[in-house]
C-alpha cells in the first residue's frame, strides 16, 4: 500500500517510553485543534482534539498541550507502544471557517 | 455504522486522461472535505461541501481539479488532462458540519499517473 512519512522528521522511542510529538502552528486566529494518526495505506484517524479556550485535554494515554502564545501544539503519549508507530499529524482550524490546515506530520517508530 | 469509503482505491492513468474519484460520506454528514497527499507530505486541502452552502473552492491547484456533490451525499472529484504531479493518494473527509467536531476520513485513492 502507499508508504507515508518517507521523508518526514522520525521520532524513534523506546517501548514503555513516552513519547512527544510537537507541532508549530501557522495561523493565531486557529480556534481549533486536532492530533491525527495515520497509519501506512490508510486515512488519517482521530486521535485527540482541544479548543483554543483550552491549554490541555487528556484522553486515554494521550494529552494535548496547547500554547497560544508561541503557537505551539504537543502530543504526549504515555506508555508507546508498537501499534502507536504511525506518522501524526495536527490539523488546526482558522476561526470562522470550516477549512482545516495540517501540518506535515512526525513519523513515530516504536523500538522493542 | 459504515465509515467514509472511497472508489476506487487504486487508480493508473496516462498522462492527458480524465479521471474521476468517488467519496460516499457518512449518512448524515453534511461536511464533506477533499484532500491531496503527496507521498511523503502532510495533507493539502482542496475543496469543502457544507449543506447547501457554495463549496469552498480555494484548495483546487488548477481548472483541471473540479468537485461535485449531490445533496449531502457522493461527491466526485475530477482531475482532467491528468499530469505526472497529479500523481498522490487523494482523501475524502466527512463530518458532522458543527464548528468543532473531528472529520473522518476515508481510505483515500492512490493515482499514478504514468
Not at chain 1, 68 to 85: F, R
Not at chain 2, 45 to 56: E, K, M, T, V
Amino acid at each position: 500500500g502507499e508508504s507515508v512519512g518517507l521523508h518526514l522528521p522520525t521520532l524513534s522511542v523506546q517501548e514503555g517510553d513516552n513519547s512527544i510529538i510537537n507541532c508549530a502552528y501557522s495561523n493565531s486566529a486557529s480556534d481549533y485543534f486536532i492530533w491525527y494518526k495515520q497509519e501506512s495505506g490508510k486515512g488519517p484517524q482521530f486521535i485527540i482534539d482541544i479548543r483554543s479556550n483550552m491549554d490541555k485535554r487528556q484522553g486515554q494515554r494521550v494529552t494535548v498541550l496547547l500554547n497560544k502564545t508561541v503557537k505551539h501544539l504537543s502530543l504526549q503519549i504515555a506508555a508507546t507502544q508498537p501499534g502507536d508507530s504511525a506518522v501524526y499529524f495536527c490539523a488546526e482550524k482558522v476561526a470562522g471557517t470550516y477549512k482545516y490546515i495540517f501540518g506535515t506530520g512526525t513519523r513515530l517508530k516504536v523500538l522493542a | 455504522g459504515a465509515g467514509v469509503s472511497q472508489s476506487p482505491s487504486n487508480k493508473v492513468t496516462e498522462k492527458g486522461k480524465d479521471v474521476e474519484l468517488r467519496c460516499d460520506p457518512i449518512s448524515g454528514h453534511t461536511a464533506l472535505y477533499w484532500y491531496r497527499q503527496r507521498l511523503g507530505q502532510g495533507l493539502e486541502f482542496l475543496i469543502y461541501f457544507q449543506g447547501n452552502s457554495a463549496p469552498d473552492k480555494s484548495g483546487l491547484p488548477s481548472d483541471r481539479f473540479s468537485a461535485e456533490r449531490t445533496g449531502e451525499s457522493v461527491s466526485t472529484l475530477t482531475i482532467q488532462r491528468t499530469q505526472q504531479e497529479d500523481s498522490a493518494v487523494y482523501l475524502c473527509a466527512s463530518g458532522s458540519g458543527l464548528a468543532y467536531n473531528e472529520q473522518f476520513f476515508g481510505p483515500g485513492t492512490r493515482l499514478t499517473v504514468l
